[in-house]
């Protein structure tokens, strides 16, 4: 263990604290003041080895999208913001109908359907959804 530069002014000041609280300083009120900033530096000094190592959480975001066309629509922090960009460009193109999801959950992906009475199609409106790498991973790539 390497004796950082808190560690060294922890133990100084200890030193005075003491000094003043039980020598001949004959000052308990700077004995306990500097007894106080003693344990601040030794707590700093502490820090970097009780640290636990910390793993970025994961983070999602939307694309939404028309893959048969090739237009993607936008990212979004929410599937239902990427959601509602495709409904509102469907309700252009299809004024009237009824727009219902489709989801997969294996593939994290839901697409737009829209229907009139009893049918219903696809309109290729797609919302996906994509964790963001914290880190690149050299393995991922073969």
């Not at 000094?19 to 900033?37: I, S, V």
Request: glycine share 8%.
């Amino acid at each position: 263990m390497t004796d950082s530069a808190d560690a060294r002014e922890a133990r100084r000041l200890a030193a005075m604290a003491h000094h003043f609280t039980y020598g001949d300083g004959a000052d308990p009120a700077a004995g306990a003041a500097l007894a106080a900033e003693a344990l601040v530096y030794a707590t700093l000094a502490l820090a970097p080895a009780q640290a636990l190592p910390v793993e970025a959480a994961p983070v999602t975001i939307y694309r939404a999208e028309h893959p048969d066309s090739g237009i993607t629509l936008g990212h979004y922090g929410t599937a239902a913001a990427a959601r509602a960009h495709c409904e509102a460009m469907a309700r252009r193109e299809i004024p009237g109908a009824s727009l219902d999801w489709i989801e997969d959950e294996e593939d994290g992906t839901a697409e737009l359907a829209a229907a009139f009475g009893e049918d219903e199609r696809a309109t290729g409106y797609v919302v996906t959804a994509l964790e963001l790498a914290s880190e690149y991973d050299e393995e991922a790539d073969e």
